[in-house]
């Protein structure tokens, strides 16, 4: 790795740094919260910069529609405005004030900041909604912090919201495709209930052009007349951070970040340098790979003073919550906490004792190409917005320190914000509840950034094969309107509902709850062989789906043993995380009335099931022994996509080296995932083997037994 460079300066030693040792050391300390300490705690409140705008907030909130606030990361717009609105009375009569963010762990973890803020119990007065996951009290809880999925999911029993008086709509600059739906329909809902208040929080939005969504025009500051409501919105800026956090860039760009990761955080280690360490990567394999990295580097490092020992976390979406949980404990006396995440823990999160972030700069992202009807994950560069939400987890408790793995000049042609969700992921799941929410005709529907229209017709193409939309593109009864109340991606949801038919439904709500976490193998660096062989003890021809719910039995049939797992190269902590959700999913399954069956060692019924629900994703092997036109291509495998793709050369698909399948290559195949190699290659992921007679026989509005020729 090179070494860091300080904005135009070269700095001696490591990175430069120099630590007023003693009183950071100090501030090391993680407050406990006892009784002698809550005074403190309400004292800290008061110097975070929001607090010098407390008043101007409430007015705004009780003249305006909307109020859009925009403030620095750390600034406490997240946890200090829903406990202003609770303190002004917005939340009597049994009303709640709920807080969205974009992702679960940031719900959770703020609900419990704040319920020790007003000392109540986490679940009472303050409470979280994730998917899968409530911890709230009816009629008891007051603050209710959720993901915009939940409250979308929540808008289907209740459309206009009566639960809550105020809704703040937090990270809107991250711009998710469930952040966008639901200013949309917040703006509907604001139509039919003028006593209901909106405020859009973030660090680094566009808000004019917010304001102008909810508005034609708009009101700077407390420039609103006291008096009657404001339809106009109004925008406030709190200025002000609470810590600095210094950046620093590398000196020469790096070619593996993950290993400059690690090597980052053994020279902040190595210099003793206190506090402890938050790294930014793109992926589950990447963080489980530094983890092991960092482990054995916690071998060999000795470190100074301090004699601290290195102590990696992981934190990315497939854990289950009480492993990511542990990424916010207090490290031991005598541990320097390195917390491995992805980009989950961008925003509003704030992990008590990091001083020091490293970003890798890059995160997966959705990209989908309506032509080809492909949606596949791409590590990418991050924007300068979201780089400036990393570097923001540092400086919380005190000032911090942000390694960026690229150089200055790389940094500087970013770009500004990240591409809005909307335009660029796949649109079946944000269409299905939106018809169910009634909203039928799409391209009428306000959106913030109207999304591709060849994107919506895919996604209304699909909805269509999936039996969720009638013949006059509404949805149809039951199909759509279970699809739309199950949680899952609407392709899965299909998949269950084919289960049920098929007397399947045991082995396809396991299937369907492992695809809802993201990988199941545990393979660390350096370990592909093992991990290769470990695979094969579970691998079977009907693909990576079957093998999946083989896992799970050898699994359940050890224990649910933590050290099987570990013998078998099995992920313990995702498989706990994917049990969570299969007896959630079983749960909403007896809410639809729908029983479950077992098909036994019938495996056919459940790859059936499948196909029911992959049915846009199915491929046949073409022949390429003789194919001279593409010598690249000859000899390997190479799948053609059934469906049509619209004009243009149809896309390249193989499969993705890690399935089960890829040496035997099957000649009819569906996939769950796809991923897009540097080289253009479409790699599909988790693969089922199926007949093709099952794709007419589920789908004869799609395709044909003519069309369908082994
Ligand atoms: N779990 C926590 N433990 C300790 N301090 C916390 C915790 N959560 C928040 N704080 C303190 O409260 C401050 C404000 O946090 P808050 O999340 O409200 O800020 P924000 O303006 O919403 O920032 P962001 O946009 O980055 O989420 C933090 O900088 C930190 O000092």
Redesign the pocket.
């Known amino acids: 790795m090179g070494a860091f460079l300080r904005p135009g300066e070269r700095q001696p030693g490591a990175f430069g740094i120099s630590f007023d040792s003693d009183r950071d050391k100090n501030a090391a300390v993680v407050?406990t919260f006892n009784r002698n300490e809550k005074l403190a705690l309400q004292e800290q409140r008061r110097r975070?910069p929001?607090f010098q705008h407390r008043r101007e907030i409430l007015y705004l909130v009780e003249h305006h529609a909307t109020v859009i606030i925009v403030?620095?990361?750390?600034?406490?717009?997240?946890?200090?405005i829903p406990q202003y609105l609770l303190e002004a009375g917005w939340c009597s009569h049994g009303r709640m004030v709920a807080c969205t963010q974009p992702r679960r762990v940031a719900a959770m973890?703020?609900a419990?900041?704040v319920a020790e803020e007003t000392g109540s119990p986490l679940g009472q007065a303050v409470g979280y909604g994730i998917r899968f996951e409530d911890v709230s009290t009816p009629g008891t809880t007051q603050i209710r912090f959720c993901t915009d999925g939940v409250l979308l999911q929540e808008m289907l029993q209740d459309p206009l919201l009566t639960a809550y008086s105020v809704i703040m709509v937090?990270?809107a600059h991250e711009r998710s495709l469930a952040t966008d739906t639901l200013l949309g329909l917040l703006k509907k809902v604001q139509r039919r209930r003028p006593d209901l208040r909106v405020i859009v929080a973030s660090?680094t939005l566009e808000a004019e052009r917010v304001a102008a969504f909810f508005d034609a025009s708009t009101v700077r500051g407390a420039a609103a007349k006291a008096g009657d409501l404001s339809k106009q919105p109004a925008i406030l800026s709190v200025e002000g951070r609470?810590h600095s956090v210094q950046i620093h860039y590398l000196e020469k760009p790096c070619s593996d970040y993950v290993r400059a990761a690690v090597q980052a955080a053994a020279d902040i280690h190595r210099e003793d340098m206190p506090g402890d360490i938050l790294i930014f990567l793109t992926g589950q394999q990447e963080c489980e790979d530094c983890v092991s990295m960092l482990e054995e580097e916690a071998r060999k490092v000795r470190a100074g003073r301090a004699a601290l020992r290195l102590m990696p976390v992981p934190l990315y979406a497939g854990l289950p919550a009480a492993a990511q949980l542990a990424a916010?404990e207090h490290s031991p006396r005598g541990y320097r906490k390195v917390v491995v995440a992805t980009n989950i823990a961008e925003?509003?999160v704030?992990i008590?004792g990091v001083v020091y972030v490293i970003d890798c700069c890059h995160s997966k992202q959705a990209s989908y190409n309506p032509l080809t009807g492909l949606e596949s994950l791409l590590v990418a560069p991050v924007s300068k917005a979201s780089a400036s939400?990393r570097a923001?987890r540092a400086g919380?408790?005190r000032p911090g320190h942000c390694f960026r793995l690229c150089t200055e000049a790389d940094f500087q042609a970013l770009h500004d914000a990240t591409v809005p969700e909307m335009q660029r992921a796949e649109l079946s799941g944000t269409v299905l509840r939106l018809k169910a929410l009634g909203v039928d005709n799409m391209m009428t529907f306000d959106w913030l950034a109207p999304p591709p229209a060849e994107t919506m017709v895919r996604a209304l193409e699909l909805l269509h094969a999936l039996g969720a939309l009638d013949a006059s593109a509404r949805l149809s009864r039951p199909t759509g309107q279970q699809l739309a109340e199950l949680p899952v991606d609407a392709r899965l949801g299909a998949v269950l509902l084919a289960s049920v038919r098929l007397g399947c439904s045991e082995e396809a709500v396991t299937v369907v709850a492992m695809l809802s976490v993201h990988s199941v193998w545990a393979g660390a660096h350096g370990e592909r062989k093992a991990l290769e062989a470990a695979k094969a003890k579970f691998a079977v021809g009907e693909g990576d789906l079957v093998t999946y719910l083989n896992v799970w039995k050898a699994w359940q049939d050890s224990g649910r043993d933590r050290k099987w797992a570990a013998r078998n190269f099995v992920n313990h902590r995702t498989l706990l995380r994917a049990a969570d959700i299969r007896s959630q999913l079983c749960h909403h399954l007896r809410r639809l009335r729908i029983a479950l069956e077992s098909c036994d060692a019938e495996v056919s019924l459940l790859r059936k099931a499948l196909t029911a629900g992959l049915l846009m994703n199915a491929v046949q092997l073409v022949d390429t022994a003789n194919d001279i036109s593409d010598p690249a291509s000859a000899g390997i495998n190479v799948y053609r996509i059934l469906r049509s793709t619209g004009p243009g050369p149809p896309p390249k698909l193989r499969i993705h080296a890690s399935s089960v399948l890829a040496r035997t290559r099957p000649q009819w195949l569906v996939f769950w995932q796809m991923q897009q190699s540097s080289s253009g290659w479409f790699e599909m992921q988790e693969v089922t083997a199926v007949e093709p007679h099952w794709l007419p026989e589920l789908a004869a509005h799609v395709y044909s037994h003519k069309g369908i020729r082994s």
């Open positions: 407050p975070l929001v403030g620095e990361t750390g600034s406490g717009k997240t946890t200090q973890t703020v419990a900041r937090d990270e660090a609470t916010f925003t509003s704030t008590d939400q923001g919380r408790m």
